[in-house]
């Protein structure tokens, strides 16, 4: 039995299987994996809040954090409801112009609170909570909001990654409870490093540790096809079939088409880039 007709005899029996939508490769399979950190709950204070919470000064670097600039400061405050608090809450420097609070979906029921999830610096119907320092309590009128998981990167990493600023894309965590992130939120600055920020409700649940990485998957199948794309109709994907297709360099198949093992590995060896419809 020579190895095409292997290749037919797997084909064969994979079509007979349920048509599960399979996941499009990686935009680029030789980019590294992303880092993958938990961000604490933390607040980020204007200088009025400081100023309210402190006193006069600035806050007082305690080590440094992953983004360029960026840092967790000396300084702590308790987050205060009617319904709850939350103490020795971490604040990150350096001051910024409004006073912002990223909390955790379990954090809000603790405080009995509504906070929208959105992506940090986005305080539209943010939620109300006070803060307490040592030198008095700050109102933080639509401070409070759950921060979307999202990924920095410098515009270097995104043209490595084939992601643009304001993608969204979907993370395979590679983590003792391995789980996909869909719609993590893409933000690109000369002034990042590259890291994915998920909160400890998000790190729980796929049980990250020190070190975890994710892969980024999937993008290429939320481009919108140009005009002259040609979808292959194929419902089974052959390695013989994938060496065909590779002479077209990007290949937009039908979800649900089933890419055999070794397809994929020729998809892989030759860089070409596999858009799922």
């Not at 993608?167 to 789980?179: E, I, L, M």
């Not at 065909?244 to 994929?264: D, Y």
């Amino acid at each position: 039995m020579n190895e095409q007709q292997v290749q037919e005899i797997v084909a064969s029996v994979l079509a007979g299987l349920p048509q599960t939508p399979i996941a499009a490769d990686f935009c680029n399979a030789n980019a590294a994996p992303i880092p993958i950190e938990a961000s604490a709950r933390h607040v980020h204070l204007s200088a009025e809040a400081f100023q309210a919470l402190f006193g006069p000064g600035e806050p007082v670097q305690k080590r440094a954090l992953s983004q360029p600039g960026e840092f967790l400061a000396e300084q702590r405050v308790s987050v205060v409801t009617q319904k709850g608090m939350l103490e020795n809450i971490a604040v990150l420097g350096p001051l910024r112009s409004a006073t912002q609070v990223e909390l955790s979906f379990t954090d809000c029921k603790t405080l009995g609170v509504r906070a929208p999830l959105q992506l940090s610096g986005n305080l539209n119907g943010a939620a109300d909570v006070a803060l307490i320092g040592p030198n008095g309590v700050y109102e933080a009128k639509g401070s409070t909001i759950v921060a979307q998981n999202h990924i920095h990167m410098t515009p270097h990493d995104a043209k490595l990654y084939g992601v643009s600023d304001g993608d969204f894309v979907r993370v395979r965590a590679q983590t003792a409870r391995p789980v996909c992130f869909e719609q993590v939120a893409v933000r690109v600055s000369e002034k990042f490093a590259l890291a994915m920020h998920i909160d400890f409700d998000e790190a729980n649940a796929c049980g990250l540790e020190k070190n975890a990485v994710g892969l980024l998957q999937a993008l290429c199948a939320m481009h919108e096809p140009q005009d002259e794309t040609l979808v292959i109709a194929d419902k089974v994907i052959t390695e013989t079939r994938a060496k065909e297709l590779c002479e077209n360099g990007i290949i937009t198949l039908r979800k649900g088409t089933i890419v055999t093992p070794s397809a994929k590995d020729v998809f892989n060896q030759r860089k070409c880039e596999v858009i799922f419809m």
